[in-house]
């Protein structure tokens, strides 16, 4: 589930930290645009390659 | 409507499953972890045969029914014969491993770390005779139906 592993990243991670996510699910490019949108992080790049989606997310956390 | 927590807008999430066969506790699971890991403030309620997810006697043996279901490509009058349900529970056991989704129990612990909070009802365990004991460890406390619509206000209530 790639959520999970883009939240465990996010759990550690800084405001303004950029995480790059290899998902295999197909509907990783929504879920994560999804994620994003709820707690302000941003999508900055999908690249959708054979079998596998690579996404990267500019972190957004408040108080960090 | 949302809520403050830790100086940060949450909302909120509440998920109460009555069900207690395989295919009603995996979704239940799923919904309430991914809105937890969107920051959601997420509960879950066990109510009636849900009581069977966090039972420790219970949560490592869920089924999937095999009579009555409309879902599985299985005549009632098969689903029937003895061990039916076994080879069906078997079947999907391993379907889940194969596309790598963790157990029941691990599901439950995935969940307590990432901070949904898990209810028992009351009522049930009256009903069903069900001892606080039996409960999983991942159980916050027993409480009623009041106190589970006042988790859920102002946020989005999943029934399963």
């Known amino acids: 589930m790639p959520i999970m592993e883009l939240f465990k990243a996010y759990r550690s991670s800084k405001n303004g930290d950029l995480i790059e996510l290899l998902a295999t699910d197909p509907a990783a490019k929504p879920d994560v645009s999804a994620w994003a949108k709820n707690n302000g992080s941003e999508v900055l790049d999908v690249i959708e390659e054979q079998g596998y989606t690579k996404i990267l997310v500019r972190v957004a956390k408040m108080g960090v | ?160």
């Not at chain 2, 940060?8 to 069900?19: F, G, Q």
């Not at chain 2, 509960?43 to 069977?52: A, S």
């Open chain 2, 1 to 160: 409507m949302r809520t403050e927590e830790k100086g940060r807008l949450t909302s909120r999430l509440l998920v109460i499953l009555s069900k207690g066969t395989m295919d009603m506790v995996y979704p239940a699971l799923m919904i309430a972890t991914t809105g937890a890991t969107m920051g959601k403030e997420v509960h879950m309620f066990f109510t009636f045969w849900g009581m069977n997810a966090v039972n420790k006697k219970t949560v490592n043996s869920m089924k999937v029914a095999s009579v009555g279901n409309p879902g599985l490509p299985m005549p009632n009058i098969l689903g029937m014969i003895p061990g039916m349900t076994a080879m069906a529970t078997k079947m999907m056991n391993g379907r889940m491993k194969k596309a790598k989704i963790q157990s029941i129990p691990e599901m439950f612990r995935m969940a307590k770390d990432l901070g949904v909070k898990l209810h028992a009802c009351s009522t049930t365990m009256d009903v069903m005779g069900v001892p606080k004991e039996s409960l999983i460890d991942e159980v916050d406390d027993v409480v009623g139906a009041a106190t589970m619509l006042q988790l859920g206000e102002g946020g989005q209530i999943i029934f399963i």
